[in-house]
T-cell receptor
Framework: AQSVTQPDIHITVSEGASLELRCNYS??????LFWYVQSPGQGLQLLLKYFSGDTLVQGIKGFEAEFKRSQSSFNLRKPSVHWSDAAEYFC????????????FGTGTRLKVLA | DTAVSQTPKYLVTQMGNDKSIKCEQN?????MYWYKQDSKKFLKIMFSYNNKELIINETVPNRFSPKSPDKAHLNLHINSLELGDSAVYFC?????????????FGPGTRLLVL
């Protein structure tokens, strides 16, 4: 079965610093990969997604992610974090075995220090 | 205009009661979903409907019954509520059931069972 692992439960960075959130997946073929953000008390919003092609994907709010097949990773990055980026970040993989569902990681909570 | 809306936003009720959560999307999407997010922020699919037809039905107690009166609405009825049902329930929609389609989430319904 496909799975998603986000090794970091919490991450704290200073405003203006760079950010990398880790995501590892288990799947044989090229998966469908997503990053969502959940602000406090809100629903989830898509930041970016990857299906094929260029392995560096640009998303909204200045985020990007890189698909690395050799490492089974899809890490999210931002060069300079803003205080408004404080939120919960979820990596997800699309289950292509025919179930039409996303499998979400357990999330990484980002705290931004002023 | 809110794309995916849910009512109520908060629901506090006693064990054993029956309650419903309503979801509406005005995006013209064919597919709608219900997710449950537990206290540890773990997000799991419960149900999915495509054109009013059930396509995903995860291992959920049969006290939970989704109903889709039309493509724009997907309601969730819960019978005999239990303490363990306390969670945030998210509705989402996508253009169709293809995994490459972005899922748009509602703001969530916070259910507390006392």
């Amino acid at each position: 079965a496909q799975s998603v692992t986000q090794p970091d439960i919490h991450i704290t960075v200073s405003e203006g610093a760079s950010l990398e959130l880790r995501c590892n997946y288990s799947y044989g073929a090229t998966p469908y990969l997503f990053w969502y953000v959940q602000s406090p008390g809100q629903g989830l919003q898509l930041l970016l997604k990857y299906f094929s092609g260029d392995t560096l994907v640009q998303g909204i709010k200045g985020f990007e992610a890189e698909f690395k097949r050799s490492q089974s990773s899809f890490n999210l990055r931002k060069p300079s974090v803003h205080w408004s980026d404080a939120a919960e970040y979820f990596c997800a993989v699309g289950d292509t075995s025919g179930t039409y569902k996303y499998i979400f990681g357990t999330g990484t909570r980002l705290k931004v220090l002023a | 205009d809110t794309a995916v809306s849910q009512t109520p936003k908060y629901l506090v009720t006693q064990m054993g009661n029956d309650k419903s959560i309503k979801c509406e999307q005005n995006l013209g999407h064919d597919t709608m979903y219900w997710y449950k997010q537990d206290s540890k922020k773990f997000l799991k699919i419960m149900f999915s409907y495509n054109n009013k037809e059930l396509i995903i039905n995860e291992t959920v107690p049969n006290r939970f019954s989704p109903k889709s009166p039309d493509k724009a609405h997907l309601n969730l009825h819960i019978n005999s509520l239990e303490l363990g049902d306390s969670a945030v329930y998210f509705c989402a929609s996508s253009q169709d059931q293809a995994l490459r389609e972005t899922q748009y989430f509602g703001p969530g319904t916070r259910l507390l069972v006392l």
